[in-house]
């Protein structure tokens, strides 16, 4: 009797690799497209794929892409070991697996008629950037804009090109700051944190989207109180070691949550007993 | 017209300072404007004033002791820049560059620490004020310490 069927999520997707654009010296955006040529269906944003690097092995990617490309499928990826490695020096045209997506993705249904503030540190612009792409694309849909992003030097930021675009568009507020300006650096400088008191909240209409290094989350939500939002308005993307991404292996468990399958996205009153504890 | 008195007052450093300590502290202070690529201060130098950023950015540079100089931090409208006059020696530690064109009021710091003496009741505020600007400052020194962006 045959058991595996087309749409099992355990079985990887063939998707080709399009293009591979450099975004920083060590991050790199893939664009993959279906095999056979169709559309990949939909994603929600802040949702993950597994990708699977044939003969490596297999890892959990954010999707970094505009929610209504249905043709591709993009990821940023920051290469920092074995496999994010071995994917990021892939080549157009080869080939790679694809599970999922996976995950519940941020709020943005209940995002809607509020300000959106999406505060970034290093990578973790790339999991917002459907959000960005969602907001703008829906700009009626919602209030103001804010987007406060860190990297920890000039080179280590993100999209910047879109950054300027972003920052152009109506009711829409980007910051963005580094630990570390060489001297030409004409920008912020400063923990992402220090964006705050130029950024124009309205704390009690706004919901904040936030993903990054766990510490800086830890250091931004407190900060995100202490300007007046609620805990639940606050929203955190985790990370984990997600391996089967469905909530069956438990790699990606944090207290009594599976990452992989009840987030990567909670509120920060979901996590807060767990986010300042050691070793979690 | 701005008066000086105003323009302190509704400075965020000095938000809701009593207005009788205003009155004391304008005897202190004046208009500066520095130039883009202007140094407002150098390590060594005696610090003997700090400033009220009224408009445009600064830098703080350090100088690691081998190696470029880097900015350590920016500061923008609305901020104070320098705390080295409260205490001795009265000696910058770090750089301070105007990264564009910079109005600022300059409150001078021995006129400022002699009026802080005769009036305790001003120098408590002053110091109170002093103390929330350095404990933010050093949080985010400890975040640029541990490097809150580093994968791990």
Same mark, same amino acid.
């Given at each position: 009797m045959a058991t595996a069927v087309r749409n099992d999520v355990m079985i990887p997707q063939p998707y080709l690799i399009r293009e591979v654009s450099k975004e920083t010296y060590d991050t790199f955006t893939l664009r993959l497209a279906p095999d056979k040529g169709s559309n990949h269906g939909s994603f929600l944003p802040g949702q993950f794929s597994m990708l699977w690097v044939f003969g490596v092995g297999e890892l959990p990617i954010s999707i970094s892409g505009d929610p209504e490309e249905h043709q591709r499928l993009v990821y940023t990826v920051r290469s920092v070991g074995q496999a994010t490695n071995a994917l990021v020096t892939r080549s157009a045209g080869e080939a790679v697996g694809v599970r999922g997506p996976f995950g519940n993705g941020w709020p943005l249904q209940a995002a809607r008629g509020h300000d959106v503030i999406i505060v970034a540190g290093g990578i973790g612009l790339a999991p917002l950037r459907p959000v960005i792409y969602e907001v703008l694309s829906h700009r009626k849909d919602f209030g103001r804009l804010v987007i406060l992003y860190g990297a920890r030097s000039p080179r280590d930021l993100l999209y910047r090109k879109e950054l300027a675009s972003w920052a152009r568009q109506k009711e829409t507020q980007v910051l963005t700051s580094v630990d570390y300006g060489g001297m030409s650096w004409r920008g912020h400088v400063g923990v992402v944190t220090t964006l705050f008191k130029y950024a124009r909240l309205k704390p009690s209409r706004s919901i904040a989207m936030v993903c990054g290094p766990e510490i800086m989350m830890r250091f931004v939500t407190r900060e995100l109180e202490t300007y007046g939002l609620s805990r639940n308005d606050i929203y955190l993307s985790m990370e984990r070691n997600m391996k089967c991404a469905i909530g069956f292996c438990g790699h990606c468990q944090y207290g009594p949550h599976f990452i992989c399958k009840e987030g990567p996205v909670f509120t920060y009153e979901q996590l807060r007993p767990m986010l300042e504890k050691y070793e979690l | 017209m701005e008066t000086l008195e105003r323009i302190i007052a509704e400075?965020?450093?000095?938000?809701? %300072?009593? !207005?009788?300590?205003?009155? $004391?502290?304008?005897?202190?202070?004046? @208009? +500066? /404007?520095?130039?883009?690529? *202007?140094?407002?201060?150098?390590?060594?130098?005696?610090?003997?004033?700090?400033?009220?950023?009224?408009?445009?950015?600064?830098?703080?540079?350090?100088?690691?002791?081998?190696?470029?100089?880097?900015?350590?931090?920016?500061?923008?409208?609305?901020?104070?820049?320098?705390?080295?006059?409260? %205490?001795? !020696?009265?000696?910058?530690? $770090?750089?301070?560059?105007?990264?564009? @064109? +910079? /109005?600022?009021?300059?409150? *001078?710091?021995?006129?400022?620490?002699?009026?802080?003496?005769?009036?305790?009741?001003?120098?408590?505020?002053v110091l109170k004020r002093f103390a929330r600007i350095i404990e933010q400052r050093l949080e985010t020194t400890r975040m640029q310490l541990i490097d809150v962006y580093a994968v791990r």
């Amino acid at each position: 009797m045959a058991t595996a069927v087309r749409n099992d999520v355990m079985i990887p997707q063939p998707y080709l690799i399009r293009e591979v654009s450099k975004e920083t010296y060590d991050t790199f955006t893939l664009r993959l497209a279906p095999d056979k040529g169709s559309n990949h269906g939909s994603f929600l944003p802040g949702q993950f794929s597994m990708l699977w690097v044939f003969g490596v092995g297999e890892l959990p990617i954010s999707i970094s892409g505009d929610p209504e490309e249905h043709q591709r499928l993009v990821y940023t990826v920051r290469s920092v070991g074995q496999a994010t490695n071995a994917l990021v020096t892939r080549s157009a045209g080869e080939a790679v697996g694809v599970r999922g997506p996976f995950g519940n993705g941020w709020p943005l249904q209940a995002a809607r008629g509020h300000d959106v503030i999406i505060v970034a540190g290093g990578i973790g612009l790339a999991p917002l950037r459907p959000v960005i792409y969602e907001v703008l694309s829906h700009r009626k849909d919602f209030g103001r804009l804010v987007i406060l992003y860190g990297a920890r030097s000039p080179r280590d930021l993100l999209y910047r090109k879109e950054l300027a675009s972003w920052a152009r568009q109506k009711e829409t507020q980007v910051l963005t700051s580094v630990d570390y300006g060489g001297m030409s650096w004409r920008g912020h400088v400063g923990v992402v944190t220090t964006l705050f008191k130029y950024a124009r909240l309205k704390p009690s209409r706004s919901i904040a989207m936030v993903c990054g290094p766990e510490i800086m989350m830890r250091f931004v939500t407190r900060e995100l109180e202490t300007y007046g939002l609620s805990r639940n308005d606050i929203y955190l993307s985790m990370e984990r070691n997600m391996k089967c991404a469905i909530g069956f292996c438990g790699h990606c468990q944090y207290g009594p949550h599976f990452i992989c399958k009840e987030g990567p996205v909670f509120t920060y009153e979901q996590l807060r007993p767990m986010l300042e504890k050691y070793e979690l | 017209m701005e008066t000086l008195e105003r323009i302190i007052a509704e400075h965020p450093f000095l938000a809701d %300072l009593d !207005p009788s300590f205003t009155r $004391l502290m304008v005897g202190c202070a004046k @208009n +500066v /404007r520095f130039n883009r690529n *202007d140094y407002i201060f150098r390590e060594g130098d005696p610090a003997n004033e700090f400033y009220l950023i009224r408009e445009g950015k600064v830098a703080v540079e350090i100088f690691p002791a081998q190696g470029k100089p880097m900015i350590a931090a920016t500061l923008d409208h609305g901020e104070i820049l320098g705390w080295s006059w409260l %205490l001795p !020696p009265y000696q910058w530690k $770090l750089n301070a560059r105007a990264l564009e @064109n +910079v /109005r600022a009021i300059s409150l *001078d710091g021995k006129c400022l620490r002699n009026k802080c003496e005769e009036n305790h009741d001003l120098g408590y505020e002053v110091l109170k004020r002093f103390a929330r600007i350095i404990e933010q400052r050093l949080e985010t020194t400890r975040m640029q310490l541990i490097d809150v962006y580093a994968v791990r």
